[in-house]
């Protein structure tokens, strides 16, 4: 189901942990060797708009029915050849052709997917913002010590046990049992919104405000010149508010980095309250250290020490010809788990599907 998950969102669908288990939970009560009741199960509880049904039977005729689609790229040359041929055709858009602006629109989207982000006009970002939105609402999960009653977990729950045999005169009947439950992990963002990081930071402030309002546990941060908390800016609903509120609160944007300083800073008053411990810590900036390189790879040790899992995202890193040369992203990267992009959409979404599934530390 998380595979399917995936399947959906890969599609255009709005798929969370939440609505996958309400669909696991559907599955538990209806016979799963029957094709109708698992589609319409999946159907009813994974699907919301009318405009996705088209979506999701394809996806699910290709999961589990193995019914041949188009590979990704080819899908893609479909719909860019879809767009070309309605704007070729004379009165296209017009009205009474119902179809051309929803291809067109969903191509648009694949297209922004892939523009840089420093590229993109004030229209084009407020679509991003939207889509980013979406994409970062799943959050990496950890087995909790907290047990609840599951019939297939395989510790037995003594006391549901014991209350339920007093109705049959002693005898325990029916076993119960119980299983670990699975808690969001928690979440440090740390973005740099220093000047040569002021291309991409909007979006990624962006993207910290989604996480922020994934629940609790997640905590955002700025730096330039010095350490900034922004996790009580973050609660609001219009990004572009948020964003209002965030350069206001981190006086230092657009200005210079101190990546070591500010590092130190955190590791000094919230590391110390065990905020990192058991943590995903995230990282976003293009490694341009002003000053004492050794300080950055100093403080970065001290982080990966009590992080669960270290993950930095430099926008540098989605160009061709990229290479670690910036001292502080040298100094750093013997203490990251996970180094990826970040210059566009795709690159965002790739940290989303790597922050879901992170499961140890430096794995493969």
Same mark, same amino acid.
């Given at each position: 189901?998380?595979?399917?998950?995936?399947?959906?969102?890969?599609?255009?669908?709005?798929?969370?942990?939440?609505?996958?288990?309400?669909?696991?939970?559907?599955?538990?009560?209806?016979?799963?060797?029957?094709?109708?009741?698992?589609?319409?199960?999946?159907?009813?509880?994974?699907?919301?708009?009318?405009?996705?049904?088209?979506?999701? *039977?394809?996806?699910?005729?290709?999961?589990?029915?193995?019914?041949?689609?188009?590979?990704?790229?080819?899908?893609?040359?479909?719909?860019?050849?879809?767009?070309?041929?309605?704007?070729?055709?004379?009165?296209?858009?017009?009205?009474?052709?119902?179809?051309?602006?929803?291809?067109?629109?969903?191509?648009? *989207?694949?297209?922004?997917?892939?523009?840089?982000?420093?590229?993109?006009?004030?229209?084009?970002?407020?679509?991003?913002?939207?889509?980013?939105?979406?994409?970062?609402?799943?959050?990496?999960?950890?087995?909790?010590?907290?047990?609840?009653? *599951?019939?297939?977990?395989?510790?037995?729950?003594?006391?549901?046990?014991?209350?339920?045999?007093?109705?049959?005169?002693?005898?325990?009947?029916?076993?119960?049992?119980?299983?670990?439950?699975?808690?969001?992990?928690?979440?440090?963002?740390?973005?740099?919104?220093?000047?040569?990081?002021?291309?991409?930071?909007?979006?990624?402030?962006?993207?910290?405000?989604?996480?922020?309002?994934?629940?609790?546990?997640?905590?955002?941060?700025?730096?330039?010149?010095?350490?900034?908390?922004?996790?009580?800016?973050?609660?609001?609903?219009?990004?572009?508010?948020?964003?209002?509120?965030?350069?206001?609160?981190?006086?230092?944007?657009?200005?210079?980095?101190?990546?070591?300083?500010?590092?130190?800073?955190?590791?000094?008053?919230?590391?110390?309250?065990?905020?990192?411990?058991?943590?995903?810590?995230?990282?976003?900036?293009?490694?341009?250290?002003?000053?004492?390189?050794?300080?950055?790879?100093?403080?970065?040790?001290?982080?990966?020490?009590?992080?669960?899992?270290?993950?930095?995202?430099?926008?540098?890193?989605?160009?061709?010809?990229?290479?670690?040369?910036?001292?502080?992203?040298?100094?750093?990267?013997?203490?990251?788990?996970?180094?990826?992009?970040?210059?566009?959409?795709?690159?965002?979404?790739?940290?989303?599907?790597?922050?879901?599934?992170?499961?140890?530390?430096?794995?493969?």
């Amino acid at each position: 189901m998380v595979a399917f998950g995936r399947v959906l969102r890969e599609a255009g669908l709005e798929v969370g942990p939440g609505r996958l288990a309400d669909a696991l939970t559907g599955l538990d009560h209806v016979d799963v060797t029957l094709r109708d009741d698992v589609y319409w199960t999946l159907r009813q509880t994974l699907v919301s708009r009318e405009e996705d049904l088209d979506a999701f *039977d394809r996806a699910f005729r290709a999961w589990f029915l193995r019914a041949p689609v188009l590979p990704p790229a080819r899908r893609r040359e479909e719909r860019l050849r879809v767009v070309r041929d309605a704007s070729a055709e004379p009165g296209a858009g017009e009205a009474g052709d119902k179809e051309t602006p929803s291809k067109t629109g969903y191509s648009a *989207d694949e297209i922004l997917r892939h523009k840089d982000l420093a590229d993109l006009t004030h229209e084009e970002f407020d679509r991003i913002a939207q889509l980013i939105a979406g994409l970062a609402s799943r959050r990496p999960k950890r087995r909790s010590r907290r047990l609840r009653p *599951d019939h297939r977990g395989r510790e037995l729950d003594l006391r549901r046990l014991v209350r339920a045999s007093l109705a049959t005169g002693g005898d325990p009947a029916e076993r119960a049992f119980r299983r670990r439950i699975e808690t969001p992990r928690k979440v440090i963002a740390i973005v740099d919104v220093s000047g040569s990081m002021e291309a991409y930071s909007r979006a990624l402030v962006v993207f910290l405000h989604a996480l922020v309002r994934s629940g609790r546990g997640v905590e955002a941060f700025a730096f330039g010149t010095r350490l900034t908390r922004l996790t009580p800016d973050l609660h609001g609903r219009d990004h572009a508010r948020v964003l209002e509120l965030a350069a206001e609160r981190a006086s230092d944007w657009s200005g210079g980095t101190r990546i070591g300083a500010a590092v130190k800073a955190f590791n000094d008053e919230w590391g110390r309250r065990a905020l990192t411990r058991g943590a995903v810590v995230l990282i976003a900036s293009d490694g341009w250290e002003r000053e004492d390189a050794g300080l950055v790879g100093r403080e970065m040790a001290r982080l990966s020490r009590q992080a669960y899992a270290v993950v930095w995202v430099n926008p540098l890193k989605g160009h061709p010809d990229y290479q670690p040369l910036a001292g502080g992203m040298r100094a750093a990267l013997p203490y990251i788990d996970r180094f990826l992009p970040g210059q566009n959409l795709a690159s965002l979404e790739e940290l989303a599907d790597v922050l879901t599934g992170i499961e140890r530390r430096h794995a493969a």
